[in-house]
């Protein structure tokens, strides 16, 4: 899926709205999935964890007009 996402515009306009300049790995995401499926985690529950590189922030810290954030590394 993401590989379709990537080829139409390329790699580099894909990332430009990524602050951290790249998209998660699979491996990654399923480190991010593992952790919360463990035992341990029982009470992540009805959270949404992002894996979005910064983005969601940006968008958010955009629109309550305090600037840029991609110097958030």
Known sequence: MADDFVAAPGE??????????????????VQLVAFVMRPSQASVK??????DGGSYDEHRIGKLGSG???HIR
């Open 46 to 51: 009805g959270a949404t964890l992002d894996a």
């Open 12 to 29: 580099q306009a894909a990332v430009a709205d990524i602050p951290i300049g790249e998209m998660a790995l699979p491996a990654e995401v």
């Open 68 to 70: 840029s954030a991609h």
